[in-house]
């Protein structure tokens, strides 16, 4: 299976339909081409891939883009093998057909094992499905997760996925790319126990089916969890008429 990307400057951020599964952006660049905080939070539930085009080896983002005039091979060697000395598991280059043999020699001169390295391949002589055929296949000694195959000079008139403008009225790209290349990662909630308050009129049902399960499990885990000072504010608490309770004596 895979996914569509689409990347964009952050200039044209707001172009990127809310719903989209997986984007790109800058973390380095110039106000016009870094995305800000507020970016990355208007795709909350998307996976995201971090580009640095910058000159030095401050970033070490996943994937460093060695396309027009940004980033050298030997810089995108370096800062893979800082990356991965610095115990991330893998590193990531942007580039097209033509840079990626070069960007693999200086790899390998700097003997940072391209199989810990993903490409992200541009090629924009291609359909979405010949890029897609490209998926977890091998270049240089890379494996491609990534194919950038359409841009506004491409495909002009190539429209945004969720959206009702084409690529040149949007000025994004469009990759394909694995599914779980960067995919979204659903937070995980710590462990509970979680405390909550109720609100005038619940019901002991009602609790239990707003966290999904059953009443009598939640009274078991209230007693178990309830604290000192839970206990504090339950004696206290006036109960109302013909509420059921027991005890050893009659």
Request: charged share 15%.
């Amino acid at each position: 299976m895979t996914t569509t990307m689409i990347d964009a400057m952050h200039s044209y951020v707001r172009s990127i339909p809310p719903g989209t599964k997986k984007v790109a952006g800058y973390v380095t660049g110039t106000p016009d081409v870094q995305w800000t905080a507020e970016d990355w939070n208007a795709f909350p539930d998307a996976g995201h891939v971090r580009i640095d085009q910058s000159y030095d080896l401050v970033q070490l983002a996943p994937v460093v883009d060695v396309e027009g005039g940004t980033a050298s091979p030997a810089l995108a060697a370096q800062i893979a093998k800082a990356r991965l000395d610095a115990g991330e598991t893998y590193a990531g280059v942007y580039a097209s057909g033509d840079t990626v043999p070069l960007v693999a020699e200086a790899m390998n001169a700097l003997g940072v094992p391209l199989t810990k390295v993903d490409l992200w391949l541009a090629n924009w002589n291609l359909s979405d499905a010949e890029a897609g055929a490209l998926l977890g296949t091998v270049m240089n000694g890379f494996t491609i997760r990534a194919v950038q195959w359409a841009s506004p000079t491409s495909n002009p008139d190539t429209p945004v996925p969720g959206s009702g403008l084409t690529l040149k009225q949007a000025n994004v790209d469009l990759s394909v790319t694995q599914d779980a290349w960067h995919a979204y990662t659903p937070p995980v909630a710590p462990p509970g126990p979680y405390r909550h308050l109720t609100t005038a009129g619940q019901t002991i049902a009602e609790l239990a089916a707003s966290r999904n399960t059953e009443p009598a499990t939640l009274l078991a885990r209230c007693v178990h969890d309830y604290t000192a000072a839970d206990l504090a504010i339950l004696v206290n608490a006036a109960l109302p008429e013909g509420l059921p309770w027991y005890s050893d004596k009659p």
